[in-house]
């Protein structure tokens, strides 16, 4: 497609329930990214894929979230066990490749209300 | 995580008038980078600044990379309201783009 897509656009989940969120990065993009945005706060960084490297999952809060890219494209983001703390604005972004290019393009995310 | 403190956290002004914001840090970043995010969607890149005290523009926008790498600033001349949204700025400290650090944004808000 033309842009980065995520999938759902919105999600409400009962806390301890598992969700997966969905990312299809811009054809030929071989770095992914996720980043998440809790209300009125800039992004965080949470895990980064490149190419068939190992990914850094330095971001990544809790050993309840994960994260893994099939085939070198879509890309997973599962949270099991969900707390209210995970609320927040999930968003995914592409590139050609990491190394001074930081033309990201950020598809328009996944909202995450836990209640 | 650590974040980038921006300031003003919003600021309302007339069409027509000059912006200025700006955004520090404690420690040093490679690359400072400004974003724009408009309601529902993920944030866009406006400007790059890849050197100590360059000074870039991008149409109305103009941004400056702090000589001491620990701060920039964006300004938007004769502001539009088309302008409205969130700035965020973003430091880089891997020189791969892999790992942005962004900051608490500055919400715009334009009236006419």
């Known amino acids: 497609g033309a842009g980065v897509s995520q999938s759902p656009s919105n999600k409400v989940t009962e806390k301890g329930k598992d969700v997966e969120l969905r990312c299809d990065p811009i054809s030929g993009h071989t770095a992914l990214y996720w980043y998440r945005q809790s209300l009125g706060q800039g992004l965080e960084f949470l895990i980064y894929f490149q190419g068939n490297s190992a990914p850094d999952k330095s971001g990544l809060p809790s050993d309840r979230f994960s994260a893994e890219r099939t085939g070198g494209s879509v890309s997973t ?4 066990r969900t707390q209210q703390e995970d609320s927040a604005v999930y968003l995914c972004a592409s590139s050609y490749s990491p190394g001074g290019n930081y033309g990201y393009t950020f598809g328009s995310g996944t909202r995450l209300t836990v209640v | 995580g650590q974040q980038l403190n ?40 406006l400007i790059a600044l890849y050197k ?18 620990k701060d920039s600033f964006l300004n938007i ?4 309201p088309s302008d409205v949204g969130i700035y965020f700025c973003a430091g880089d400290k891997t020189g791969t783009a892999s790992k942005l650090t962004f900051g608490t944004g500055t919400r715009l808000q334009v009236t006419l």
């Open chain 2, 77 to 80: 001349s004769a502001s539009i």
């Open chain 2, 6 to 45: 921006q300031s003003p956290q919003s600021m309302f002004i007339q069409e027509g008038e000059d912006v200025s914001m700006n955004c520090t840090s404690s420690s040093i970043f490679n690359t400072w980078l400004w974003y724009k995010q408009e309601p529902g969607e993920g944030p866009v890149l």
């Open chain 2, 52 to 69: 100590a005290g360059e000074l870039t523009s991008n149409g109305r926008l103009t941004a400056q990379f702090g000589i001491t790498r």
């Open chain 1, 77 to 80: 983001l599962t949270i099991q």
